[in-house]
């Protein structure tokens, strides 16, 4: 098996006496959708956060496409993509100027920039929204373009935090089916999510309570160690132990 594309070992947070995440260990490959779930106060924004370089960890180790956590977070953030749980594109732009706005954010290029920007469209079928203002399109809408945009870049690993929030069945699916052609490129999607039929179409996941993991594996895996019929029932059993309130 090849190095993973985010390893980590006793991964710790501390907020003075506050242990927010308590010594977590992964390992995920590169291509994988890995699911990161857990219950308001489980931990895992804070997780989120260290592994995306936006806070430093208290202790162990870590390396995210490569870089070291601790010394190569500029490194590590321009290797990465990420999506809000809040939607993360700006009302008052149309489509295209957000898309042109965030390439330059990203450093690409007035040549790419062009042309990423002409594929994108394309491939969304938004040439008749191009210049629509974001404000007037509908939420599902706005989640693929926000996606779409956090890829502008080539990522290695793409972050989204609950993605899907909001949106219809319908759209959720089809979000789900960008995710996975993304993934079948060798880009890492790591998603959090409170639909846990959505954690169904995770390769692995793992859910934590009170800054550890709980459980992790496969789905399958994951509901037959726990003799669970269903993502929902594994969640209540482990969610059911909590003792802490939220992030």
Request: aromatic share 10%; hydrophobic share 40%; with cysteine.
């Amino acid at each position: 098996m090849s190095e993973p594309i985010i390893s980590t070992r006793a991964l710790t947070k501390r907020f003075g006496d506050f242990v927010a995440v308590d010594a977590i260990d992964l390992d995920i490959q590169r291509g994988e959708i890995f699911g990161f779930l857990g219950a308001n106060g489980a931990g895992k924004t804070t997780a989120m956060r260290m592994l995306c370089g936006l806070l430093r960890p208290t202790s162990g180790t870590a390396r995210v496409a490569g870089f070291d956590l601790f010394t190569q977070t500029e490194a590590i953030k321009r290797s990465i993509g990420y999506m809000s749980q809040k939607f993360s594109l700006y009302d008052d732009l149309t489509v295209i100027e957000n898309i042109r706005f965030y390439a330059g954010i990203y450093g690409l290029t007035s040549q790419q920039i062009r042309s990423k920007s002409s594929q994108l469209i394309d491939r969304l079928g938004l040439q008749h929204e191009a210049n629509a203002l974001v404000r007037s399109l509908p939420l599902g809408w706005k989640q693929k373009i926000a996606f779409s945009v956090a890829m502008l870049h080539d990522p290695q690993i793409v972050f989204l935090d609950e993605p899907t929030g909001g949106v219809d069945p319908v759209t959720r699916r089809q979000f789900w089916d960008m995710i996975y052609a993304a993934a079948a490129d060798g880009i890492t999607m790591f998603v959090t999510t409170h639909y846990m039929d959505e954690a169904e179409y995770c390769h692995r996941l793992s859910i934590m309570v009170d800054g550890r993991i709980a459980a992790m594996g496969r789905p399958y895996d994951v509901r037959t160690s726990l003799n669970a019929r269903s993502m929902d029932d594994v969640f209540t059993m482990l969610a059911r132990g909590a003792t802490r309130g939220q992030d």
